[in-house]
């Protein structure tokens, strides 16, 4: 499977941007997908993950009550609905998908830019 990032941008403090993760091919075999950011640096670090059913996600304690991650399996795409932005969430945000066992896989990163 293949993950293509999208959404990311300049924002200003306290802004809203909303990240896209579509799959080349069908999610619901996906155990795990997540959402990491890598601001320069700094090591990557995770920002939220979502169990395949969407039934249990987990946050970073930096972005509870700001961020929330969704998955769409029907549509292959995973989301990040960002609100409350803050110069500290600028960073090159990835997603990730694993299936236990066959594969860990990494999109390529889009950039988000929070101006104070």
């Known amino acids: 499977v293949q993950l293509v990032e999208s959404g990311g941008g300049l924002v200003q403090a306290g802004g809203s941007l909303r990240l896209s993760c579509a799959a080349s091919?069908?999610?619901?075999?996906?155990?795990?997908m997540g959402w990491y950011r890598q601001a320069p640096g700094n090591q990557r670090e995770l920002v939220a993950t979502?169990?395949?059913?969407?039934?249990?996600?987990n946050y970073a304690d930096s972005v509870k009550g700001r961020f929330t991650i969704s998955r769409d399996n029907a549509k292959g795409t995973m989301y990040l609905q960002m609100n409350n932005l803050k110069p500290e969430d600028t960073a090159v945000y990835y997603c990730?998908?694993?299936?236990?066992?066959?594969?860990?896989?990494w999109g390529q990163g889009t950039q988000v830019t929070v101006s104070s």
């Open positions: 091919r069908s999610i619901f075999s996906i155990n795990v």
């Open positions: 990730n998908a694993v299936r236990y066992g066959i594969y860990n896989v």
């Open positions: 979502i169990t395949s059913g969407g039934g249990s996600t």
